[in-house]
Each structure stands twice: as C-alpha cells, then as structure tokens.
C-alpha cells in the first residue's frame, strides 16, 4: 500500500516546503500526519492539519499531537520551527483540545486552543523572544 500525501506545501520565498504524509485516523476522530520538511522525515512527531507559515518564511507553526490514545486525548501542541536555525520549540499545550496557529504578527505568534467537549474557544499569543526551548 502507497502512503498517502498531501502537499507540497511552500513557503512565500519558495526556499521552504513540506508534505503531510497520512499516518492513520482516531476512532471518530480527525486524520494525523507525518512530515516531510524539505524532504527530510521529521521522526518521531505527529501532526493535525493545521499549519502557518511566516511572512518572511522565517517560522512554520504546526499542530503538534501529543497523543493518539483516543481515552487521553485529544492532547495537542503548538510547534514553531525555525527553519534557518532548523530548531524545534513546543510552546503551547491544549489537554482535551486542539490548538490552532492563527498569525504571525512581526515578532508574535497569535494561536487558538479549542476544547470541543465545553465548545470553549480561547486565543492566546507569545513573542519569539519569550520562547526558550528551542531544541
């Protein structure tokens, strides 16, 4: 059986890009991806659908799962890649919800974490500079 892509997903300049590559399904659930970035398998991470790329294609935000374990989750992150320095930072979590990246703004990343058991919607935001746990 041939994976299943989906992609290539390019940033404004062109000198990034990344597929999604299915890797399964929760039960009544949302699909969950691998990750080709510039043609290397990011290992051992899984992804939801939702990304954003910066406007100087300098960030990838992505929706990181934490979890497939259908009674633990949904447990999602959001991860910023910073593709120049190729270093990762986890810098949100949502336990029982899924985080959504919305915008780069200049120096700030504005997201979203959804609970969908209470329907609850909140947006948060962090500046580049706060984040240190880049790995």
């Known amino acids: 059986m041939e994976t299943e892509k989906i992609g290539a997903y390019k940033s404004q300049d062109k000198k990034y890009a990344f597929d999604f590559i299915f890797e399964g399904e929760i039960r009544f659930g949302p699909t969950y991806y691998k990750i080709k970035l510039n043609g290397q398998l990011i290992a051992n991470r899984i992804f939801g659908l939702e990304f954003k790329w910066h406007p100087n294609s300098t960030f990838l935000a992505l929706q990181e799962w934490l979890t497939i374990d259908y009674q633990k989750g949904p447990i ?56 240190k746990n880049w790995e």
């Open 76 to 131: 999602t992150a959001l991860t910023l890649i910073d593709l120049e320095k190729g270093k990762f930072a986890r810098i949100s979590t949502a336990d029982k919800g899924f985080i959504k990246p919305i915008k780069f703004n200049n120096d700030i990343i504005i997201f979203e974490k959804e609970y969908l058991a209470n329907g609850k919607i909140v947006e948060y935001e962090i500046k580049f500079n706060e984040i």
